[in-house]
């Protein structure tokens, strides 16, 4: 498409109206063609006011265009970790109201339910070695494991274990129990546990604290 504009302009010399001024629509860049008949300075100047006026009309239109853009190029993109983590969380969902469970959800995305707050007097950090009882199952309520009897993990400080524990074991204290649902991200990720743990399995833990140092 060719777009034809009409600049009118003052020849200094001769004071005759100039003639017409084309410029091509096709491509972002302006083709001017001014009269040769024109005075240089006359034709200079003319020239430079239509491409300052050019200028000051598309420089709004790019950057409003770019903000665009900037503003929602990123919308509706997750990361994996997000997008496993808002697929699990229906299932838990689902899961709770079939098993009819109070439960709360932390905003790690962690549901956690404190059956027992154990002692007031102190909590652990996470450079606390927990002694625990413990049982670990599926959304399909199939046990991985269990510690048959408290274990310490050889002495594992609370920072080494799965992040939904260190999230849940903070809120009880010594004697307490808390049953927890946790995302595969907040325990053992994409990864495999041995023959017993599929990559991205929900756990579904109850816990008891029995003792910490």
């Known amino acids: 498409m060719v777009v034809t504009v009409w600049v009118w302009t003052i020849n200094i010399v001769s004071k005759n109206i100039s003639e017409r001024v084309f410029a091509s629509g096709e491509y972002p860049f302006l083709f001017i063609g001014f009269p040769v008949t024109l005075d240089p300075f006359v034709r200079y100047n003319c020239m430079n006011a239509f491409l300052r006026a050019a200028f000051c009309f598309l420089l709004p239109v790019f950057l409003l265009t770019a903000c665009s853009k900037d503003e929602y190029s990123g919308a509706g993109v ?6 496993t983590m808002m697929e699990q969380d229906i299932l838990i969902q689902k899961y709770i109201q079939d098993h009819n469970l109070n439960m709360e959800r932390d905003i790690s995305g962690l549901y956690f339910n404190i059956e027992a707050p154990g002692s007031d007097s102190a909590h652990m950090t996470l450079n606390s070695v927990p002694t625990v009882i413990y049982t670990r ?9 269990a510690s ?10 609370l920072k080494d274990h799965i992040i939904g524990w260190q999230i849940g074991l903070q809120k009880i204290g010594k004697g307490g129990k808390i049953f927890m649902i946790i995302p595969s991200p907040l325990a053992f990720g994409n990864i495999a546990v041995g ?7 929900v756990l579904v833990c109850d816990v008891e604290l029995v003792d910490f140092k």
């Not at 199952?137 to 494991?145: G, I, K, P, Q, T």
């Open 78 to 83: 997750y990361t994996d970790v997000e997008k």
């Open 137 to 145: 199952a599926n959304l399909r309520d199939s046990v991985f494991d």
């Open 148 to 157: 048959f009897g408290s274990t310490n993990f050889d002495g594992r400080a």
């Open 195 to 201: 023959n017993i743990i599929p990559a991205n399995t």
